[in-house]
């Protein structure tokens, strides 16, 4: 991470400057506390809070509620400090922390900034241990650990201050592409987006026109639209502002360039029925990484829209149902294709895209996932979905 919230924020930079061994994981703020043990010992903890930021500027802190990896501190004389006490529970932070106990010491008008969080529970801790071991030093005054890389530009806080910190790291090492950028690929690219995969490669041919920007998010404008960009670099030089590593490649798939997929470890396919969808399930089989392929087919009949939405998940588990029917194979437009009509609008995109991102997070673990459906249809009359072949 860069050492921007430390120089921009002066609650932090003050804590640095005071000496003490703070750095910041994830969405975290982490202090290391010397404090005394059951036993009587002085020992070494970490104290834990979210972090508000808008961008890299810090606010005030949404709660004063603080986390604590290490055994309950007590005071000289080894009784636990009760006027911490909170909850008791050990949970998994993410970004290689955890806490075993959660504090709560609120001042009636609250924390001003960090500075005062921090400094307010490093006091009550390590006060005990400087009287038990009155030559420690709360303060090293050392140089500053190296933060962690991230893909991101600025801080993701948003996982860390609700505690799934450690769901969000199972897809760091992710290496996700998407095969196909129409209204449904370019929700299901959103959503990626805002997860610290590695890398995110988009592979898509078609200009960025005007239809586009009805059924794609945000909103574009006159002066982008004029342009007539790849999709690709439209979606990319969006999502760059947030994401580090995104890939674009302005080409449609086929048997001459399928390299582009090798090294993925994830694929999102959203295209149209033929030989180039067959061509990029076969690649990911041969590669032996899960996929999910995702199918819309509306029609419309007597004045309104019907249809049915599909996500098709592949992995080395369960293959067979792909080539059972489940993925249509045929020229895009074939009568015999349930979802060859191409009407789209973009609520049924997203909705689409959603539930395509979330199978892929429950294949790599991140929800709950009992009944491993392998292939999932929702259909708009009746908001019908149904589920089969379980792994």
Known sequence: MSQKPFDRNPDLGKLREEGYPVRIRGGLLVIEVPYVDAKGEVRLGRLISSLTLAGDVTQRPDTHVVQWDGD???????????????????????????????FSCKPPEGYADYHAKMTTYAGVIAGPAAVVKPELKLRSYAAPEPEDDTVFNYTETASDRVGIGAL?????????????????????????????????????????????AFRTPGAASLDELRQVQKKVHYLAGIYSKMHRNIVPHPVALDRNNLHLLDGATFAFICMDAGEPKKLAVQKCEEMGIPFVDVGMGLELV?????????????????????????ISFGSAGDENDLYATNIQVADLNALNAAMAVVKWKKIRGFYRDLEREHHSTYTTDGNMLLNGDRS
Do not use: M, Q, W
Not at 90 to 102: E, H, I, M
Not at 187 to 211: C, M, N, Q, S
């Open 72 to 102: 309950y501190p007590c005071d000289k004389d080894g009784k636990e400090i009760e006027a911490l006490r909170h909850a008791n529970a050990v949970v998994d932070l993410g970004n290689a922390l955890t806490a075993r106990f959660s």
């Open 168 to 212: 969000t790291a199972l897809l760091k090492n992710e290496r996700v592409v998407f095969i196909g950028l129409g209204g449904t690929g370019a929700y299901a690219f959103d959503l990626v987006a805002k997860t610290p995969v590695a890398e995110i490669r988009a592979i898509d041919g078609d200009d960025f026109l005007t239809h586009n």
């Open 302 to 326: 007597d004045g309104s829209l019907g249809g049915i939405l599909r996500v098709t998940a592949s992995t080395p588990d369960i293959r067979a149902h792909v080539h059972g029917g489940r």
